[in-house]
């Protein structure tokens, strides 16, 4: 631990008293960035980063934009509505990079080789932001995150070169970050792909994709600011504190589109067949099983898209797309489930109309993609869903008619014969 702390160049490494307690920055200070790779847990599969002030005569202050309060009583209501409140808080160095090498998360440190003027600025700046008064602020996944505030910070104490450097098309857009990033949890990949909306598929610039901490370290190395005899270099120094053994994540996110297909064809196929030998009671119970399980979980997982859009400030989530392949109605199949397992010819008939309802609406939502400047990057669900809802369809109409139920007059009693007359 003791390289470690040494290799950083942070020397008299106490903990860190709070910035609003700490007299006046000293003519001479060092400015760094820390940036923490991804790590287990599926909140920290983006990373990390933070800002370092060193001080000549004292211990450094780490600021860190990532914080909130976990004892809030109101910190699930403020998540699910997208408001959720983080916290500039200030840390301990050497506790930082303690935390970070056991969990075998890679450590970088830059330093800035700002003008003196600027990094006693920049200090300034990130210690009034400290205040209590003014370390709260919303916190959004892509737009307003510990990445980004790191990113302004540096663009504001480069006299905005960073942002002028970061204009041109970006190499990923916030969705294919996101899935790369979470390629390796396949829960989180999937929940992430089809959570997202439109919003993230739009085009970004370089300067947006800083929300990503490695990538704004990347960047970071591109940037030159004046300086004695011309530009210089803004990164001085730059080492590597922790190597850590984990994979590194992919340049780019899996490609699963044919996948996506493949497994909606064998279910569909699977519902179809099912419903075709309906005659068959095992079949029956398992079609109509099926068929409820489906629209329970297919159905909460729409009427979650319409919550997110209506009713929440998950920006990212509103005006999804995948509405069209999954619309909140067929979580009416549920219910008739029960129907179906009977062979009622009346559910059978209900399960058909809502499935041709779910498949319109996804051909509707597959021709859309055709016209410019409203396509998201949904085509895996429409291929997925599109068969299962042609399944149902197909395997509700056989089912409808072929159990010797439906076949003796479905769900009325058999008539009693008239008594004889006399």
């Known amino acids: 631990m003791g390289r470690l702390l040494a290799a950083a160049g942070l020397a008299a490494l106490a903990p860190a008293t709070p910035a609003w307690a700490a007299p006046p920055f000293p003519e001479e ?56 409140t983080y916290l500039l808080s200030t840390a301990s160095v050497p506790s930082t990079l303690v935390e970070y090498q ?92 089809f ?37 210089r270099p803004l990164v001085k120094d730059e080492r590597v504190l922790h190597q850590s053994r984990r994979t590194e994540p992919p340049p780019r996110p899996p490609s699963w589109t044919l996948w996506f297909a493949f497994t909606g064809l064998a279910l569909g196929a699977l519902l179809a067949l099912l419903g075709r030998l309906g005659v068959h009671p095992l079949a029956r119970i398992y079609f109509g099983a099926l068929v409820g399980l489906l629209g329970l979980a297919l159905g909460l997982l729409s009427a979650a898209l319409v919550f997110l859009w209506g009713f929440t400030d998950h920006r990212s989530a509103h005006a999804n797309a995948n509405l069209w392949p999954c619309p ?35 051909l509707v939502g597959l021709a859309a993609k055709a016209l410019p ?29 072929s159990s010797p139920r439906a076949r003796s007059g479905g769900d009325r009693p058999a008539s009693r014969s008239a008594p004889r007359g006399k």
């Open 29 to 84: 200070l060092r400015i760094f960035v820390l940036t923490m790779g991804p790590g287990d847990h599926p909140f920290f599969k983006f990373g990390h980063n933070a800002i370092v002030v060193q001080p000549a005569d004292g211990p450094p202050v780490l600021y860190n934009w990532g914080t909130f309060d976990f004892e809030s009583p109101t910190l699930v209501a403020d998540f699910l509505r997208g408001r959720l």
């Open 102 to 193: 056991a969990t075998d998360r890679r450590v970088d440190l830059q330093e800035l080789d700002l003008p003196m003027e600027a990094r006693r600025e920049l200090a300034a700046r990130v210690a009034t932001n400290a205040l209590p008064e003014n370390r709260a602020y919303l916190y959004d996944y892509f737009w307003d995150n510990c990445s980004t505030r790191v990113r302004d910070a540096i663009d504001a104490a480069t006299g905005g070169r960073l942002k002028a450097a970061m204009q041109t098309p970006a190499r990923l857009g916030y969705r294919q970050h996101a899935l790369r990033l979470t390629s390796d949890l396949l829960w989180e990949y999937l929940g992430l792909h």
């Open 195 to 231: 959570g997202l909306g439109r919003a993230t598929d739009l085009p970004a610039t370089r300067w947006q994709e800083g929300f990503i901490p490695q990538v704004l370290r990347d960047q970071l190395r591109e940037v030159r600011i004046p300086g004695e005899g011309g530009e």
């Open 328 to 362: 909140p109605f067929v979580l009416a199949l549920m219910p008739l489930s029960w129907g179906l397992m009977r062979g009622r010819m009346v559910a059978a008939q209900s399960a058909c109309y809502i499935a041709v309802g779910a498949a319109v609406t996804a």
């Open 373 to 401: 400047g409203v396509s998201q990057d949904n085509l895996g669900f429409l291929l997925l869903l599109l068969p299962v809802w042609l399944g149902i369809a197909y395997g509700a109409r056989c089912s409808g008619g």
